[in-house]
Nanobody, 127 residues
Framework: QAQLVESGGGLVQSGGSLRLSCTAPGLHLDYLYAVAWFRQAPGKEREGVAGLSVADGRSSYADSVKDRFTISKEKDKNTVYLQMNGLKPEDTGIYYC???????????????????WGRGTQVTVSS
């Protein structure tokens, strides 16, 4: 059962920007340790895009999005963001928000590490 709700997806041209939001009704993200964004393109496995340690604010990114995407969470706000700049057609996919009870610095991109998921929001980047 999805406990996170994503929004902000849409259709954008290559080079454009989008900001995804993830809210957590019924959860207190400040009481969890990890939040992350994953994506899944058609015919491909779900991959970790960006992860954030809630306790100390450390973030990690997939090499393919480093320097283009930024994950953030404002303290005392139950929302996680993913700012995506310089979008490319290969960024197309369904983007999922995830949250977990532990932060794994070396394994943040493993989907099995997370306990709560949203249903996803579609991002399509046209060339």
């Amino acid at each position: 059962q999805a406990q996170l709700v994503e929004s902000g997806g849409g259709l954008v041209q290559s080079g454009g920007s989008l900001r995804l939001s993830c809210t957590a009704p019924g959860l207190h993200l400040d009481y969890l340790y990890a939040v992350a964004w994953f994506r899944q393109a058609p015919g491909k496995e779900r991959e970790g895009v960006a992860g954030l340690s809630v306790a100390d604010g450390r973030s990690s990114y997939a090499d393919s999005v480093k320097d283009r995407f930024t994950i953030s969470k404002e303290k005392d706000k139950n929302t996680v963001y993913l700012q995506m700049n310089g979008l490319k057609p290969e960024d197309t996919g369904i983007y999922y928000c995830a949250a977990g009870n532990a932060w794994w610095a070396s394994a943040w991109s493993q989907a099995g590490r997370y306990d709560y998921w949203g249903r996803g929001t579609q991002v399509t980047v046209s060339s």
